[in-house]
């Protein structure tokens, strides 16, 4: 456990609540864009995916491009703004490509003037850039109305934001004031995210003192620099950049606290000032002897196996350190075994227990699993009531499915979901549960599983429990009253607030979000509903309802 020195351990929640406050300017630039950049599925049941749709950026980059021109022409013909946005230093950028990070943006757009500040948002591949003077701004949205402007070699378009100023922490606006600790949102975890994991992405760029990993609200950290100035090249360098290639996306922002303060070295916080710091146990005069020492001899201490230059760094960045300080690659390590267990502790098979006797099933643990890996098999332990035995596609999905799914409440019961001592879910003593399904599953040849390959895996969007779900792959036929009533008849929560996104015309399916009461009640809903099958008259094939927790916290 680590905090930040001087504000105990409630400092967390700080750290979770200004990720939350880092989150306001995105939702109000972006009010007509919370359709996460998803597009439906074109088919019912033969759209096998099952993966959330990729994002769709030439719907954005026509209406940022609709909006530059609107503004430009506006100017020639009234003298004035007649634009529906009024000019704003903050400049929303789109159409930017994946690869982009923060250093790009300021390199390309320092010519229309000084840039305050720049916030990523990965995923839609669109960023907000705050000028100092509006003037500058003025130039920029002009410029890119009249000819094309291009941000690491692809063209990007601009337009007014609707904010006058990016909300961000305390000391960001100010990277005199000694704010050297940056906070790192992870996108998208498809692996385990350790110490050494972000040491070796952050440190050569800058010279890292501590981290402190926290898994209140996703997968965050905060790192601290050495100085004010390596943090700054951090920022730059990193911000929108992936750990692994099309996953582990770093978004980070200037955090609160000025120093961190860590209590032991292990996989979620470490002091590399003090190599040897260790935690030692309360009311103990002395700890108890390991039979074979502290791990075997074939255990390598950096689990991640060698290192592999995935991404590299700016070319031309002025943040970028000479070739006597870091190499032109960053080097990251390949995801070969998860440092978070040791070699007894690795296993493709979660265990869950205070799973409901009565509403809980095979069927109902994959529509819940199935979004964070592959399941392979579900059994539930006839010695143990309330337990299962998930074995998923490998230990990467377990991880995850512990990150999100532990301790959230399901049917009124806490989950608790771990790592399982076995390798592989054998079926054996298989019985009737109580609802007359079999204790035993086989879901290996499922359609419905979403990461069956690199290419579907990519499109979804590892993402906590929260109180909005995404419905996609759904026919244009069903209507908000037909969602309602669908889950009065499974008797589950109904949604609150429901929004239907503008489809193609060419689309066979519709999708959008639901809004619930609670977090606990969007559970239960995507855990009952996940791919139930809805028939329409005159079908040949059943399209098959699909859910996902979406990325807004509310419509």
Known sequence: MSTAEGTGQHEEGEYGRAAKRLKTEERETEAEEREEGEEELEEGEDSDSGSLPGNVESAGDNRARWSASQYDAGRKDNGEDSHRISPSPVVHVRGLCEAVVEADLIDALEKFGSICYVMMMPFKRQALVEFSVVESADRCVSCGAKEPVYIAGQQAYFNYSTSKRITRPTNADNPNSGNKVLLLSIQNPLYPITTDVLYTVCNPIGSVLRIVIFKRNGIQAMVEFESVQCAQKAKAALNGADIYAGCCTLKI??????????????????????????????????????????????????????????????GNSRYKLTSADVPDMVSYPLPQSSSSYSAQTASSVAMVSGLHSSKMNCTRIFNLFCLYGNIEKVKFMKSVPGTALVEMGDEYAVDRAITHLNSIKVFGKRLNVCVSKQHAVIPSQVFELEDGSSSYKDFAMTRNNRFSSA?????????????????????????????????????????????????????????????????????????VLNHYQIRIPNGSNPYTLKLCFSTSSHL
């Open 253 to 314: 922002e200037y955090a609160r606290p000025t120093r961190l303060n860590v209590i032991k070295n292990d996989n979620e916080s470490w002091d590399y000032t003090k190599p040897y710091l260790v935690r030692r146990d309360r009311g103990k005069g002395r700890q108890r002897q390991a039979i074979l020492g502290e791990h075997p001899s074939s255990y390598s201490d950096n689990g991640y196996g060698s290192p592999c230059p995935l991404l590299p760094l700016p």
């Open 455 to 527: 290419g579907q895996a990519s499109k979804n969007i590892i993402q906590p429990p929260s109180a909005v779900l995404h419905y996609y792959n759904v026919p244009p036929c069903i209507s908000q009253e037909h969602l309602l009533k669908l889950c009065t008849e499974h008797d589950v929560p109904g949604f609150v607030k429901f929004k239907m996104f503008d489809a193609k015309p060419s689309s066979k399916t519709i999708s959008g979000l639901l809004e619930f009461d609670s977090k606990t009640e969007a559970v239960e809903v995507l855990t």
